[in-house]
C-alpha cells in the first residue's frame, strides 16, 4: 500500500516493519490469548455453562428476542426515516412558525440523552395518566424522536451541499417550491448522505439494546436473564458473549447491505462529492 | 422546583458522578482513539490490521452490552476487583476511543497531500510527519465532529446507571424509591442535560473551533 504519509519503503524499512508486525501480532494474540485464559480458568468454556443453550425452548426464546430487537429496529427506522424528512424540511421552510419549532425540536431531542428520553416515556408519562405504554413503544418512539432529528440534520445537510442551480431549474421550468423539495432535491440530498444515513441506521439497531433497561424483551434483556440461572451454573459470560457475536454479526450484515446499495446508487451519480465530503464528516452522532 | 429543591443531594452527587464519568472517559477515549487512528495510517500492516479490527469489533457492539459485560461478566473473571465506576469508565473509554479514532482519521484525510508530501521530501519519518505536520493540523479541522462524539460521550454516561453507577440516569430510581413524582424529576434531568450539552458543549465547540481555526 502507497500512502502519502510515508515514503514507499526501502529494504531497511521493510525489515523494521517486519519486526513491528510481529510485535503487534504478538500483543495483539497475547491480549486475546489472556482473555481466553482468564475465560477457561474461569471455567467460562466448560459443557456445564453452555447446556442451557441446548434446550430448544431456550434457542426459541433467543430467536424471539432477536425478532424482537429487528421489529423495533425497523419500527423505528423507518419512524426515523419519515419523521427526519419532515423536520428537514421544516427547517427549510421559508415561514419562520414553522422552520423556528422545527429548529428546537431538533436541538431539544439530540441533547437529551436517549435512555433518559426512553425513561420519561416509560415511566414518566403513566404516572401522568397515559395508559398502554408497553416497552416496546417507548424504545420505538425514543429512537424515532433521537434518530429523526438527527436524520433531519443529516437531510438537511444533504439538501443544501447540492449545487444551487438544481432548485433554480426546478423553480424555472414550473415547479411549485414543494415539487422541487420532492422530486429534484431529496433524492439527491439521500444519495449524497448514504453512508451518514446508514451509519445512523446501525446505531438504530445498536441502541435497541438500551430497552434492556426499561424492560424490553430484546437480546440483551434475555442473555443477561438467561446468565442468572444460578441452576445452570450463572452463565453470565457465555450468555454476553452469544449477545455479543448476534450483535456484531446484525450490525455487519447491515453494514454489507449498506455497501452493496451504497455501490448500485454510486453507478449513476454526479453529486458535488466534495462538498459532501466534508459535510458528512461532520455528522456521525453514536 | 420543589422535586429538584428538597432532592438536591440526589442531584448532586448524580451529576457529581456523571462528570467524573464523562472527564475521565473523554481523557482516555481521547488518548487511546489518537494511537489507534496513527495505528491505523501507519505504514505497518499489522498495525492497520489491529485498528481495523478493533475499530470494526467495537463499533458493531451496543454499549450496554459492552458496559454489561464489564460490570457483570468481569467479575466472575477472578482477576482484581473494580468498582463499578471503574468498570464504566472502562467501557465507555473503550467505546468511545473507537469513535474518537474514525473521526480523527477522517481528518487526517482532510490535511492536504501537499502537507504530508512537504514533510516527506524534508526528509521526516513517518512517525514526525504525522505528530508534528499531519495530528496537529488533523485535530483542528476535526474540532465539531470531535465535539459530537464528545456530546454522545456525554449522553451516554446514563447508560451506566443501568449497571449500578450512581450517576444521573438513576436520579430517576432514587426518586420513586423516595416516593416523588418520576416525571418532573426526569424532565430536570432533561433539562439539565440540555444545558450541558447546548449551553455548555456546544458552545465551547464554536469557541474552539474559531480560535483553531486553519488558515487555508
Not at chain 1, 504519509?5 to 500483543?27: E, M, Q, W
Not at chain 1, 430484546?218 to 443477561?224: C, D, P, R, V, Y
Not at chain 2, 464519568?21 to 477515549?29: E, N, P, Q, R, T
Amino acid at each position: 500500500m502507497s500512502s502519502v504519509l510515508f515514503d514507499v519503503p526501502g529494504p531497511k524499512a521493510r525489515t523494521r516493519n517486519v519486526y513491528l508486525s510481529i510485535i503487534t501480532a504478538i500483543v495483539v494474540v497475547g491480549i486475546i490469548a489472556f482473555i481466553l485464559y482468564r475465560f477457561a480458568q474461569t471455567g467460562q468454556f466448560t459443557a456445564e455453562k453452555w447446556q442451557i443453550f441446548r434446550f430448544p425452548l431456550v434457542q426459541q426464546t433467543i430467536v424471539t428476542s432477536i425478532g424482537a430487537t429487528l421489529g423495533a429496529f425497523g419500527t423505528a427506522a423507518v419512524g426515523s426515516l419519515v419523521v427526519g424528512v419532515i423536520l428537514a424540511f421544516g427547517r427549510l421552510a421559508d415561514r419562520r412558525w414553522i422552520s423556528v419549532p422545527c429548529y428546537w425540536f431538533t436541538e431539544l431531542f439530540r441533547a437529551v440523552p436517549l435512555l433518559i428520553l426512553m425513561m420519561i416515556i416509560y415511566y414518566g408519562l403513566p404516572s401522568l395518566g397515559v395508559e398502554g405504554i408497553t416497552p416496546f413503544t417507548a424504545v420505538v418512539v425514543g429512537l424515532v424522536l433521537y434518530n429523526g432529528s438527527v436524520l433531519a440534520e443529516v437531510f438537511r445537510a444533504g439538501i443544501e451541499s447540492l449545487p444551487r442551480g438544481q432548485r433554480e431549474a426546478g423553480l424555472a421550468v414550473g415547479m411549485t417550491k414543494a415539487q422541487v423539495q420532492v422530486s429534484i432535491l431529496l433524492p439527491q440530498a439521500v444519495r449524497a448522505m448514504m453512508p451518514v444515513i446508514i451509519a445512523q441506521l446501525v446505531v438504530i439497531l445498536k441502541d435497541t439494546a438500551l430497552g434492556f433497561i426499561v424492560t424490553y424483551n430484546e437480546i440483551l434483556f434475555q442473555a443477561t436473564y438467561f446468565g442468572s440461572q444460578v441452576q445452570y451454573g450463572s452463565p453470565v459470560v457465555p450468555a454476553l458473549m452469544v449477545a455479543g457475536v448476534i450483535y456484531v454479526g446484525l450490525c455487519l450484515i447491515l453494514a454489507g447491505v449498506a455497501k452493496w446499495l451504497e455501490r448500485r446508487l454510486n453507478r449513476s451519480t454526479r453529486v458535488a462529492k466534495a462538498k459532501t465530503a466534508l459535510a458528512r464528516v461532520d455528522l456521525a452522532e453514536p | 422546583m420543589d422535586t429538584l429543591i428538597n432532592n438536591l443531594d440526589l442531584f448532586v452527587t448524580g451529576f457529581k458522578n456523571t462528570g467524573i464519568l464523562f472527564v475521565v472517559s473523554a481523557v482516555f477515549a481521547l488518548i487511546l482513539g489518537t494511537i489507534v487512528a496513527a495505528m491505523r495510517v501507519s505504514p505497518v500492516p499489522a498495525m492497520r490490521a489491529a485498528g481495523t479490527l478493533y475499530v470494526n469489533t467495537v463499533r458493531n457492539t451496543p454499549l450496554t452490552l459492552i458496559l454489561a459485560f464489564f460490570a457483570l461478566g468481569y467479575p466472575r473473571l477472578g482477576l482484581p476487583e473494580i468498582n463499578f465506576m471503574v468498570a464504566a469508565i472502562i467501557g465507555l473509554s473503550l467505546y468511545t476511543a473507537t469513535y474518537v479514532a474514525e473521526t480523527i482519521r477522517s481528518g487526517i484525510n482532510t490535511v492536504p497531500v501537499g502537507q504530508a508530501e512537504a514533510a516527506r521530501a524534508i526528509g521526516l519519518p513517518f512517525g514526525k510527519t504525522l505528530s508534528l505536520i499531519i495530528m496537529p493540523q488533523a485535530f483542528r479541522s476535526v474540532v465539531p465532529p470531535l465535539f459530537s462524539v464528545l456530546i454522545a460521550l456525554l449522553k451516554n454516561t446514563t447508560v451506566a446507571a443501568g449497571f449500578s453507577v450512581a450517576e444521573a440516569g438513576a436520579i430517576r430510581a432514587n426518586l420513586s424509591e423516595r416516593g416523588e413524582p418520576q416525571m418532573v424529576g426526569l424532565l430536570w434531568v432533561a433539562l439539565i442535560f440540555i444545558v450541558l450539552v447546548l449551553g455548555v458543549l456546544s458552545t465551547l465547540q464554536r469557541y474552539l473551533e474559531k480560535k483553531w481555526r486553519v488558515a487555508r
